[in-house]
């Protein structure tokens, strides 16, 4: 098994990032309030417990973030099956998607700034093509995180990347029910 890396941003205020190098997830973003430090996501106590994730915290999901019906899909006429890990569909990339996978964390990672790759091989959870993904998290002292994914594949396929953390912005003892969020977008999938 490869080893589990864990990586820090940290910025001037002292608040940070946890990375984790399995499924190239977010851990932790610990924030320095007015009312002593919080943790703004949600995760597990120790880094081993994300092996046995079944929640998607903090990950890269892919190759395709939400569901595929009937775990299949058509291109350029040809039908690819994809495994099934939510009853006949496919969710997030699979049983074994990206969010289950070791990344490779980038030697000139650092406090500022991380790149994680991966290469997801032709046929991988049925997708067709070998799809080469890096994510990089990069982390201001103006307290905003950047995520951003770049895919190639040598065949065409399907990609949907996307972050799955869990976020309470209040204090980790209170619950969310009371969150409002506004999304500027054209759509949004229910």
């Given amino acids: 098994m490869a080893e589990l890396i864990e ?3 940290v910025n001037q205020r ?3 990032i946890g990375l984790l190098n399995f499924g190239a997830r977010i851990t932790s973003i610990r924030f320095q309030a007015r009312d002593g430090p919080r943790d703004l996501v949600l995760g597990y106590d120790n880094c081993e417990d994300y092996l046995r994730d079944t929640f998607y915290m903090g990950c890269t999901v892919g190759r395709f973030c939400n569901r595929i019906a009937h775990s299949n899909f058509t291109i350029n006429g040809v039908c690819y099956q994809l495994t099934a890990n939510e009853g006949r569909h496919h969710l997030h990339g699979g049983s074994r998607g990206l969010d289950k996978q070791f990344w490779q964390l980038s030697a000139d990672s650092n406090e500022k700034r991380a790149v994680f790759s991966i290469l997801s091989g032709d046929g991988d959870q049925g997708y067709p093509g070998g799809l ?3 994510a990089e998290y990069a982390w201001n002292d103006n307290r905003e995180l950047t995520i951003g994914y770049r895919a190639a594949c040598d065949k065409p ?3 949907n990347l996307t972050n799955h953390a869990y976020f309470n912005l209040d204090k ?3 619950s969310i029910h009371r969150h409002r969020v506004r999304i500027s977008a054209e ?3 229910a």
């Fill in 7 to 9: 990586h820090r941003l």
């Fill in 14 to 16: 002292g608040d940070s």
């Fill in 132 to 134: 080469t993904v890096s």
């Fill in 157 to 159: 396929t399907h990609v």
């Fill in 172 to 174: 980790a003892d209170t």
């Fill in 187 to 189: 759509c949004i999938t």
